[in-house]
């Protein structure tokens, strides 16, 4: 696709979600609706929200089955795309509640810009805004959004990451390499594609 010299870029308007794309500098540039941008590989702006509890376990979720992409694997609390003209705290703050009934305080962290090659020729291509928050108690997740839900301690995290890399989403490998590695800035990474849920 060409660049955005003339203007922001739109595309046609349906009652699916929007999402805003932003050049490699997270400023906007467009709207476009959510599956056409992963059909294309868009660069837009999203968000994720890491829970940790007092004991520093990780909250995890699994993806429902009914997601169009990345279904059944496991990922950070919650993730999700800002609408056009809404920041990407009130972003994170409402995607959490919708898919895991929590309402706490969040923390910006740090920006992640990457590309991931995922199933059915989807493409993920964000700069995703990474927020964390402590949470002590028990989520209530959305069906449609989430399947399951656990806590896990970074030892066992860890481990479950080096013998099946497979079983997480693409972002949330690199949002915990990120993390670990007190990732701070913008970095761009293309991780393997994500093999279908079975």
Do not use: I, K, N
């Given at each position: 696709?060409?660049?955005n010299l003339a203007g922001p870029m739109q595309f046609p308007m349906t009652s699916a979600e929007l999402v805003t794309l932003v050049d490699p500098d997270d400023r906007d540039v467009g709207t476009a609706e959510k599956l056409h941008a992963h059909r294309h590989g868009l660069l837009h702006r999203a968000v994720s929200v890491?829970?940790?509890?007092?004991?520093?376990?990780?909250?995890?979720?699994?993806?429902?089955?009914?997601k169009y992409h990345s279904a059944g694997l496991w990922s950070n609390a919650c993730c999700g795309h800002p609408r056009p003209g809404?920041?990407?705290?009130?972003?994170?703050?409402?995607?959490?509640l919708e898919e895991m009934g929590v309402a706490v305080p969040l923390e910006a962290?740090?920006?992640?810009?990457?590309?991931?090659?995922?199933?059915?020729?989807?493409?993920e291509h964000e700069v995703d805004h990474v927020f964390t928050?402590?949470?002590?108690?028990?989520?209530?997740?959305?069906?449609?959004e989430v399947s399951e839900c656990r806590w896990l301690d970074p030892e066992a995290l860890a481990a479950e990451l080096a013998v099946a890399p497979e079983k997480f989403t693409a972002w949330f490998r690199l949002l915990d390499q990120a993390r670990r590695s007190g990732h701070t800035s913008i970095s761009t990474a293309s991780p393997p594609p994500s093999p279908p849920a079975v």
């Open positions: 696709m060409s660049s890491l829970l940790f509890d007092p004991a520093g376990r990780q909250l995890l979720q699994r993806r429902a089955t009914t809404e920041s990407p705290a009130a972003a994170a703050g409402r995607r959490l962290r740090f920006r992640l810009r990457y590309r991931a090659e995922l199933e059915g020729g989807l493409v928050g402590r949470f002590d108690g028990d989520p209530v997740p959305d069906p449609a």
